[in-house]
RNA sequence: GGCGGCGUGGCCGAGUGGUUCAGGCAAGGGCCUGCAAAGCCCUCUACAACGGUUCGAACCCGUUCGCCGCCUCCA
């Protein structure tokens, strides 16, 4: 079974799931305000796939992510562009997931939107004000953070020390008791889109959607509540304290991933301003580089993300692609039992990718050496790289067009006649068009250069 | 200030007491090849510093230095 660090409890332990053979995932999504940046593409690739390897470790994997269609980012840029807070939503969530799938992310099983569960989140909200735990403010609804026991729990402080580092100034917004205390309901200011509650017309906090969407879509004590690290405290155990003040089992297990960060190592953040688009990067990158970038560190570690490692981790990609197309022809084989078995103990030993890789790489070399291996070894890299990795190989012939293959003829009769300097004339024409040139053992063979 | 994490060779990055080596990328040399490419073989550059524990430490303990995260919107 595979470990994991607990964010709540500070050790790796297995996960225990709730239902046997079945594990329930959720996983805080984007506000779809802007273009997607690389933090959201190491938290997209990094848990994906976690899903893909859980789901061909044989369970049943259940995977929701929520997308934030309202919010105040969102409603700024609306204004801006005098246009209305849907019209910008759907266009960030469709470039949001046209870029997931160039990263080969896959689409989650559920993708709740905020904007279809006001009214249970205004039901929630209400149970809370009922019950002690939320408060009338100046302009809206909050939370009383002290009213929960073990506040902190994410941020592995408690609440007093945590008060300390607040900002002061916090103290003075709008009717708050505590710095620490968030909003709940945000009442709307004249032309904000709202919808009705009992405390006026607004919309929903933002730390309170994923609970109502998390237990309706996965219901009480879900497995797994994933996210990056900055959003542990305070959007995490923002949602635990509600979910716990409501009388619910919330997540049984959290797991936080490492900030992308840049070249000085800080990490990216869009207050700091160097956040580096993702949609761009994708198009002028494989997506798949990024893909192996993302899985040669593991997943609380920072991660640095430049033009000279993502070109090395091209040539990982590069390294997988050329034994794929060595061994395609090989024919049918079970997969090597010994190297899955590594590449499984590698994963389960707290989600180490890079360790698994390097198994992978093991087996390809392993397989070089030993011929009699290469066809099981072969097919266990193929499913470890396909189905856990999501890294979808390239063992195929490209298509290439018909004055390539015109080309290609032509140099394998020069080659034939021993004619040299034709043969060389003709590599070199392919090469200016973009191809690698190779001499296999049935003559000229092309690709397409990335 | 509080809490947490990290410092491994040219780059990325595993490794938690002991052997032959993590792995990838890059560099140099060789084999193969008509020449290349791919592949294979060999080589090179390490464990932040200082103490301590131990027969033995990159790995355990302590100290120091440096970097980062969270405590504020954020994946």
Same mark, same amino acid.
């Given at each position: 079974?595979?470990?994991?660090?607990?964010?709540?409890?500070?050790?790796?332990?297995?996960?225990?799931?709730?239902?046997?053979?079945?594990?329930?995932? *959720?996983?805080?999504?984007?506000?779809?305000?802007?273009?997607?940046? !690389?933090?959201?593409?190491?938290?997209?690739?990094?848990?994906?796939?976690?899903?893909?390897?859980?789901?061909?470790?044989?369970?049943?994997?259940?995977?929701?992510?929520?997308?934030?269609?309202?919010?105040?980012?969102?409603?700024?840029?609306?204004?801006? +562009?005098?246009?209305?807070?849907?019209?910008?939503?759907?266009?960030?969530?469709?470039?949001?997931? +046209?870029?997931?799938?160039?990263?080969?992310?896959?689409?989650?099983?559920?993708?709740?939107?905020?904007?279809?569960? $006001?009214?249970?989140?205004?039901?929630?909200?209400?149970? !809370?004000?009922?019950?002690?735990?939320?408060?009338?403010?100046?302009?809206?609804?909050?939370?009383?953070?002290?009213?929960?026991?073990?506040?902190?729990?994410?941020?592995?402080?408690?609440? @007093?020390?945590?008060?300390?580092?607040?900002?002061?100034?916090?103290?003075?917004?709008?009717?708050?008791?505590?710095?620490?205390?968030?909003?709940?309901?945000?009442?709307?200011?004249?032309?904000? %889109?709202?919808? %009705?509650?009992?405390?006026? %017309?607004?919309?929903?906090?933002?730390?309170?959607?994923? $609970?109502?969407?998390?237990?309706?879509?996965?219901?009480?004590?879900?497995?797994?509540?994933?996210? @990056? !690290?900055?959003?542990?405290?305070?959007?995490?155990?923002?949602?635990?304290?509600?979910?716990?003040?409501?009388?619910?089992?919330?997540?049984?297990?959290?797991?936080?991933?490492?900030?992308?960060?840049?070249?000085?190592?800080?990490?990216?953040?869009?207050?700091?301003?160097?956040?580096?688009?993702?949609?761009?990067?994708?198009?002028?990158?494989?997506?798949?580089?990024?893909?192996?970038?993302?899985?040669?560190?593991? *997943?609380?570690?920072?991660?640095?993300?430049?033009?000279?490692?993502?070109?090395?981790?091209?040539?990982?990609?590069?390294?997988?692609?050329?034994?794929?197309?060595?061994?395609?022809?090989?024919?049918?084989?079970?997969?090597?039992?010994?190297?899955?078995?590594?590449? &499984?103990?590698?994963?389960?030993?707290?989600?180490?990718?890079?360790?698994?890789?390097?198994?992978?790489?093991?087996?390809?070399?392993?397989?070089?050496?030993? %011929?009699?291996?290469?066809?099981?070894?072969?097919?266990?890299?193929?499913?470890?790289?396909?189905?856990?990795?999501?890294?979808?190989?390239?063992?195929?012939?490209?298509?290439?067009? !018909?004055?390539?293959?015109?080309?290609?003829?032509? &140099?394998?009769?020069?080659?034939?006649?021993?004619?040299?300097?034709?043969?060389?004339?003709?590599?070199?024409?392919?090469?200016?068009? @973009?191809?690698?040139?190779?001499?296999?053992?049935?003559?000229?063979?092309?690709?397409?250069?990335?």
């Amino acid at each position: 079974m595979l470990s994991l660090l607990d964010t709540a409890t500070g050790k790796v332990a297995p996960l225990d799931p709730r239902d046997q053979g079945r594990i329930s995932v *959720y996983l805080c999504g984007p506000t779809v305000s802007g273009s997607p940046h !690389l933090g959201h593409g190491r938290v997209t690739v990094i848990w994906d796939t976690l899903r893909r390897y859980l789901t061909w470790s044989g369970f049943d994997v259940r995977f929701v992510s929520n997308v934030t269609d309202i919010e105040d980012k969102i409603i700024a840029r609306a204004t801006e +562009e005098g246009s209305s807070t849907s019209e910008v939503a759907a266009r960030y969530e469709a470039l949001w997931w +046209e870029t997931m799938a160039a990263l080969n992310v896959a689409r989650p099983d559920a993708e709740p939107h905020a904007t279809a569960y $006001v009214d249970e989140m205004v039901k929630l909200v209400a149970d !809370l004000v009922s019950t002690g735990h939320a408060y009338r403010g100046g302009d809206g609804v909050y939370f009383s953070t002290e009213s929960v026991p073990g506040y902190g729990l994410l941020a592995r402080q408690d609440v @007093g020390t945590l008060r300390v580092g607040a900002r002061v100034e916090a103290e003075r917004e709008a009717g708050k008791r505590s710095p620490l205390d968030f909003a709940l309901w945000k009442l709307a200011a004249p032309g904000e %889109p709202a919808w %009705p509650s009992p405390w006026g %017309p607004g919309r929903p906090g933002w730390h309170t959607e994923c $609970v109502v969407m998390s237990l309706d879509l996965l219901g009480e004590g879900f497995d797994l509540h994933l996210g @990056g !690290l900055d959003l542990a405290f305070p959007h995490h155990e923002n949602e635990r304290a509600q979910a716990v003040a409501a009388g619910k089992v919330f997540a049984r297990r959290w797991a936080h991933n490492g900030m992308v960060v840049d070249e000085r190592g800080e990490k990216m953040s869009k207050s700091v301003g160097n956040i580096t688009s993702l949609p761009d990067l994708v198009q002028r990158y494989d997506g798949r580089a990024l893909r192996a970038l993302v899985l040669q560190a593991h *997943y609380r570690s920072p991660m640095n993300v430049t033009v000279e490692v993502l070109e090395q981790a091209q040539g990982a990609v590069d390294r997988l692609d050329t034994f794929a197309r060595e061994t395609r022809d090989l024919g049918p084989a079970a997969p090597d039992p010994g190297m899955l078995a590594r590449f &499984r103990a590698r994963m389960d030993a707290d989600f180490d990718t890079p360790g698994a890789l390097a198994v992978v790489f093991e087996a390809v070399r392993d397989a070089r050496a030993e %011929p009699a291996r290469a066809p099981a070894l072969a097919a266990a890299v193929r499913e470890c790289c396909e189905k856990a990795f999501g890294l979808r190989l390239r063992g195929e012939q490209e298509e290439a067009g !018909l004055e390539v293959m015109a080309l290609v003829a032509r &140099r394998d009769a020069a080659r034939a006649a021993r004619d040299w300097a034709a043969a060389d004339s003709i590599r070199a024409q392919l090469q200016d068009m @973009g191809f690698v040139v190779e001499d296999g053992p049935h003559g000229t063979v092309v690709r397409r250069e990335r």
